[in-house]
């Protein structure tokens, strides 16, 4: 028969101790000692990096706490909390922004984790969540509710969800290697179509290619305070490769966006991410016209009797563009490309309807990747279901 208790009855719950910055350097980076554990030292997915450089020598260790081979570590606040869950394998000192479980000698210690992962525990911490930063208090952690079963049940019921976690394990880790080779897969297939259909061994400077009235250039360098209804303003976190997302877009004021007058957008332009975050390359779509840029970005404002925009942006997003312009970059803490070095990237340029060609069969290569893709990412959605629907099955409780 199932029993509910508070979690303190079968636990021994504690938080661990925080370290500043300077004595962390000072003290416990690069030493022999025990392992110290910080929140972005557990994963998501359960693992701990044990590994992280941070160690605890034994004179010191009387000052921290340590958490035990076999205890059950939950991230205790900020956006993380409750959802960064890991059983602990080896005894470690950890960061005071982690709960430790240790269970008492009744309970097998992985049911903890286990239980820390069911809904029913889940919706009690959602609902002890407060403060600004979302946290979780002592007190009230202490204070939870667990269904525990007999031991011989307990046995079983870690046993079963080893096997079948560690089968998911595996199987999601085969998904997401997948993946990661379907989306490397699209930069191939731009570099290798343009290459295939057509290579030039004297190629042109992306700078003739432009409208000359206008040139390559960057946008508005100080955007001043967000003004509702204002201008809409791309940034690098807006570009993407080969896409533009308007999700958290800065608008500025009319009166700044006209002083940069040479960077309103009229459509059919190419933006390219030059400090900052690299490697956002797209075309702006027609109905984003009137709108402006910032420093960050940089207009290419292409010549389209000339050239066809979709298909310069593939040629500067290509693996071998931005290996070029990688080449180029500037700056140790904040990169950048100099325009000098944007406006000299070569391209091949074949005739505009080859370009076209060229466009509409990388597009067609696009969309049958991305269906790969999708159908991938639902099978790791699947999977990380059927993790949540084996652990109701399993921890279904018969409380009394």
């Known amino acids: 028969m199932w029993k509910t208790v508070k979690l303190i009855q079968v636990c021994k719950i504690a938080s661990g101790n925080s370290i500043p910055a300077k004595k962390k350097e000072q003290f416990f980076t690069g030493v022999e000692g025990m392992p110290y554990i910080a929140t972005k030292d557990v994963g998501f997915d359960g693992a701990i990096n044990y590994k992280n450089g941070i160690r605890i020598p034994e004179e010191y260790q009387s000052n921290f706490k ?10 205790a606040e900020g956006g993380s909390a409750g959802r960064k869950i890991a059983f602990s394998c080896e005894d470690s000192c950890y960061v005071n922004k982690l709960f430790s479980l240790k269970p008492s000698e009744n309970i097998i210690p992985k049911f903890i984790y286990y239980y820390a992962l069911s809904s029913e525990f889940q919706s009690q911490f959602k609902a002890a969540l407060h403060g600004l930063i ?3 208090s002592m007190s009230k952690i202490r204070e939870f509710k667990i269904s525990i079963p007999p031991f011989a049940e307990q046995k079983r019921i870690v046993e079963k969800l080893d096997r079948a976690f560690s089968a998911i394990k595996t199987a999601s880790t085969k998904t997401a290697f997948k993946l990661s080779e379907c989306e490397a897969l699209t930069e191939t297939v731009i570099q290798n179509t343009i290459k295939q259909r057509f290579y030039d061994d004297n190629p042109v400077l992306l700078d003739s290619l432009c409208d000359k009235n206008r040139g390559i250039t960057y946008g508005v360098v100080k955007l001043g305070a967000e003004v509702p209804n204002g201008v809409p303003c791309l940034r690098t976190s807006n570009v993407k490769p080969r896409n533009i997302k308007i999700e958290g877009i800065k608008r500025i004021s009319t009166d700044i966006s006209c002083e940069y007058k040479r960077t309103i957008l009229k459509g059919g332009e190419v933006l390219v991410n030059v400090r900052g975050t690299l490697g956002g390359v797209a075309v702006v779509p027609d109905e984003m016209a009137g709108w402006n840029i910032s420093r960050e970005v940089a207009l290419v404002p292409l010549n389209q009797k000339l050239v066809n925009p979709d298909y310069v942006s593939y040629c500067i997003s290509s693996v071998e563009s931005q290996r070029w312009l990688g080449k180029n970059t500037h700056g140790a803490a904040y990169q950048g490309i100099n325009l000098i070095d944007l406006r000299n990237l070569p391209i091949n340029l074949p005739p505009k309807e080859q370009q076209e060609k060229i466009v509409n069969e990388i597009r067609k290569l696009e969309s049958e990747i991305k269906q790969i893709n999708s159908s ?11 993790k949540s629907a084996i652990l109701a099955q399993e921890l279904q409780s018969e409380a009394v």
């Open 376 to 386: 991938l990412r639902k099978n790791l959605e699947n999977l990380s279901a059927l």
């Open 134 to 136: 979302g946290g979780v």
């Open 66 to 75: 340590i958490s035990p081979a076999g205890a059950t570590l939950i991230c």
